[in-house]
């Protein structure tokens, strides 16, 4: 319990203590813009994380539960196997609803691809039919050999091709920006501590008079921690702020690009930003603290 | 108070000082002699725990060197007042600051202490310069600040290292007066010198007892000085 007691001494306030160590010098300023720095790319790393989770989330549940039969087949006997496969959607079981996409509607997926003016109906375009599964899903194997038997043009897409890599992509998106953010963090420690080291060696007359006059270890290093720790917050607020300024200046999510979704933080991932000042000053706490004590381990 | 059994130091190399036994009485008045670089500053530093004996034993009011962590080291100096030839102090902070810092230090900070700065100021007569910061002090300021710095936690030892190496013989007087004063508070009092005319004086006012190192070993020398 004492050592943890020790171990936190550093953010005590202390007016004496605080003002033991000068308080300004070039490293002061360069934990602050480093800081700062570290702050502004991690608000990006969040972004992207939030964006490619939402991502995969949306690719997930827009894909999950609904499969599409395609049906070619000669225009006079296109109306035919479209009964005959809503037939069979019909009596199957796991299927929830099927339901043929109209021509508008139709149109209405094509026109990105082509333009408003295609003449659909001039075109051997395949039918296709939306099928909502229930929960159970139904056997994708079975539908395939009776569709085969009963309606050779349609043929089943449940989907499970597009689905996999996309979500994969996308999961694979959010752990990359996690681990841009852990990469990050890591950087600031080894920054804040080469600051702190350089700090330490240039007040090395300070703590030579603090040693002399009695002041043990937990005072010395609290001297030095406490400056940098909220350094590093200070830095890391004005970091934070220009980001999300930044961030909030980003292409927002529209409707027309649904398929793809807006870096912008949406609704609570804002409140993530919050942590990240506390966090880096955090980093910047324990890496004083391990260069402070590795450095007076040193002296007498 | 503090002492020495067979005591020996070296910093790599030769010994620098050897089989140094030594029982450092309370209130006593100590000069320690010796030519330069016969290890008067190291035997200093091995007084108050800044090195520890390569051979040998020391204990500091009763504690082993040896034994003591750092957190006690840093304790324990705060019973033993430092005064070093070319003391250091923090420069930003003003001379008043550096005088009570060990008193923050030790978390001892109080009213009634603050009283006290102002009298111990006035004593080593540094009232004037309390706001100074120390780089505008001259040398004999210096000596006095650090000397008021040593003893603001009133502690039982003082150990001063050539306090009177960078002043000329009017201040080195006054110092020695204040040393003097001390010692008849009841301290304990060490001062490391080779100022025999220092050591001459101290002793028509004060029974003084003379260490001189030489040949690297510690001897009680006689009245002969």
Redesign the interface.
Known sequence: MKAVLVFFEGLRA?G??D??V?STGFTATLTTLTAGAMAFLIVFALALSFAASRLSDRWADALQGTATIRISAPADQMNIQVERVLAILSTTQGVDAAKALTVEEQQALLEPWFGPDIPLSNLPIPRLIEITQTDDGFDAQGLRLRLSAEAPGAVLDDHMRWRKPLVQAAQRLTWLGALAIVIIAMTSAAMVMLAARAALAANA??I????????????IVAAFVRRFASRAFIGAVIGVVAGAVVVLFLPAETANASILTGLRFQGADWLWLAIVPPALACVAFVATQLAAQRV?GDL? | MIELENVAYSYGGGELLSDMSLSISSGAFYFLTGPSGAGKTTFLKLCYGALVPTVGQIRIFGNDVRSMSRDDVAVMRRRIGVVHQDCQFIDHMSVQDNIALPLAVSGNKTLAEDANIKELLAWVGLTKRAKAFPPELSGGERQRAALARAIIMSPDVILADEPTGNVDWEMSERLLQLLLELNRMGKTVLIASHDLSLIRSAKSQVQARVLRISNRRLQLAGANL
């Not at chain 1, 030579?208 to 005072?219: K, P, Q």
């Open positions: 202390d004496h203590r003002r033991v000068p007359q300070v030579t008079v603090l040693r002399l006059i009695g002041a043990n270890d937990a005072y007076l007498s």
